[in-house]
């Protein structure tokens, strides 16, 4: 309760200090709305149907990019942890598309898929996949070894086998760290993914910075902080499900 506590006044202080810096004339309030301008905004979009349609756009976006490229991330990660043959062959593969921000694979998108839902989904999945990847690669192969030998002293010899008794349930903590990374990493994919074009809730925010709507702007970055709160905190649920194994 005391934590609770402290967590509500230091929000309640961020949002005084927030209204009072445009109201004292620190800074004009058409580059930063106070909080109390956000209200009559959010109103405004939800009334037009416009935050709806770019909800709705953006959670497709965020929930197919997320589960293709944490997807691919947990297969290949897993399978170059277990097999050394498949860590070298890829070993400068990895090392040459790592370092390639998500940024710079947005002219490739549009390129192949043209300014669609493709080339949002192509610009989230690769933002999230290398988050994903090595957090399932390093899990793998930090399972200790005394565990992969006693299950083959078990009778459990083929690869799949292992995987499934030993390895995917050892490394599941360090998997799910990496996913609950890769959720956040997804949404800031999405605004980068959408401010070309594509409909959703960057393409909505660079509509109304074009036209200095900067309260609009905040409405739909809260929007986001919300969606990722809910997302968060499903996920957490989920992981403590699955690892009650633990308590």
């Excluded at 565990?147 to 010899?157: C, I, N, T």
């Excluded at 008794?165 to 993914?193: D, E, N």
């Amino acid at each position: 309760m005391r934590l609770l506590l402290l967590s509500c006044v230091g929000l309640l202080v961020f949002l005084g200090l927030w209204e009072a810096v445009p109201r004292l004339g620190l800074v004009n309030p058409a580059m930063l709305p106070g909080p109390s301008a956000i209200p009559t905004a959010f109103l405004k979009e939800v009334t037009s149907g416009a935050w709806l349609k770019a909800v709705s756009s953006s959670l497709s976006h965020y929930v197919t990019g997320l589960s293709v490229g944490a997807g691919l991330g947990v297969a290949l990660g897993i399978i170059t942890g277990m097999y050394r043959t498949a860590e070298g062959f890829t070993a400068w593969i990895v090392r040459v598309l790592r370092p390639i921000p998500g940024l710079a694979w947005v002219p490739f998108a549009i390129i192949w898929f043209g300014v669609s839902t493709s080339a949002a989904v192509f610009i989230i999945s690769v933002g999230v996949f290398w988050i994903v990847y090595f957090a399932a690669h390093g899990a793998i192969r930090n399972v200790d070894r005394d565990l992969v030998e006693v299950a083959e002293a078990f009778g459990f010899h083929s690869g799949l086998r292992r995987l499934q008794k030993i390895l995917l349930p050892a490394a599941a903590p360090g998997i799910l760290v990496g996913l609950r990374t890769a959720l956040g990493q997804a949404w800031m994919a999405v605004v980068a993914a959408e401010i070309f074009g594509v409909s959703g809730l960057g393409q909505r925010m660079m509509q109304a910075s074009s036209l200095l709507a900067t309260d609009v702007v905040v409405v739909y970055m809260l929007t986001m902080a919300a969606l990722y709160g809910l997302f968060d905190t499903a996920f957490v649920a989920l992981q403590g499900w699955l690892l009650r194994w633990k308590a």
